[in-house]
């Protein structure tokens, strides 16, 4: 705590563009995901939120020019597409359990469990969601711990020692990885 501060994390609403932005995030580091989905952004009007008809509307081709690849341009459309048709709507997540909306965004094409808890921490605040799947959790935890990165089967268990705060804990060993001199 001495060394990374009190966990804050500035919540986004639990929309559309908040589970897009999370598909946008995948596998890209902080900076490059950033840019990439600013652009996105600008390809929509200023200060709208994310609609995912206009979404729709827009061609692949659209997306790829400003960074976007083929395969998060595919699962946002099909974000989109579940959205439109009312098989699920992101502001009805503040009152489901963290098992129905990640069984309700898994069904989307290329969201997985990642994606899903991403949500459920930074858009619904959820405390007790331990992203085994990601690597930096995983390595911050090796780096507090000063041992290897458990594989992510192993790393389920070992969060169950930080219920019911594991996405503090998760947050703080994103931290970890911040601190330089971790001595």
């Known amino acids: 705590v001495a060394k990374v501060?009190?966990?804050?994390?500035?919540?986004?609403?639990?929309?559309?563009?908040?589970?897009?932005?999370?598909?946008?995030?995948?596998?890209?580091?902080?900076?490059?995901?950033?840019a990439i989905w600013g652009r996105v952004l600008a390809l929509f009007p200023e200060g709208e939120a994310l609609d995912p008809a206009a979404f729709?509307?827009?061609?692949?081709?659209?997306?790829?020019?400003?960074?976007?690849?083929?395969?998060?341009?595919?699962?946002?459309?099909?974000?989109?597409?579940?959205?439109?048709?009312?098989?699920?709507?992101?502001?009805n997540f503040y009152d489901q359990s963290d098992e129905e909306i990640t069984a309700a965004l898994t069904k989307v094409w290329g969201i997985g469990e990642w994606s899903a808890q991403m949500h459920l921490i930074f858009s619904l605040g959820r405390l007790d969601v331990w992203p085994a799947l990601d690597l930096g959790v995983r390595t911050g935890w090796a780096k507090f711990r000063r041992c290897k990165p458990p594989d992510?089967?192993?790393?389920?268990?070992?969060?169950?020692?930080?219920?019911?705060?594991?996405?503090?804990?998760?947050?703080?060993?994103?931290?970890?990885?911040?601190?330089?001199d971790w001595d």
Do not use: N
Request: a positive charge.
């Open 152 to 180: 992510a089967k192993k790393f389920i268990t070992l969060g169950d020692s930080y219920r019911p705060y594991r996405s503090v804990a998760a947050w703080y060993m994103w931290r970890v990885l911040d601190v330089e």
């Open 5 to 34: 501060g009190t966990p804050s994390v500035e919540l986004r609403d639990s929309t559309f563009g908040a589970v897009a932005r999370s598909v946008a995030y995948q596998q890209l580091a902080g900076a490059a995901a950033s």
């Open 56 to 91: 729709l509307r827009k061609r692949d081709a659209t997306y790829r020019k400003v960074g976007l690849s083929g395969a998060k341009t595919k699962s946002m459309k099909s974000l989109a597409r579940h959205v439109t048709r009312g098989d699920f709507d992101p502001a």
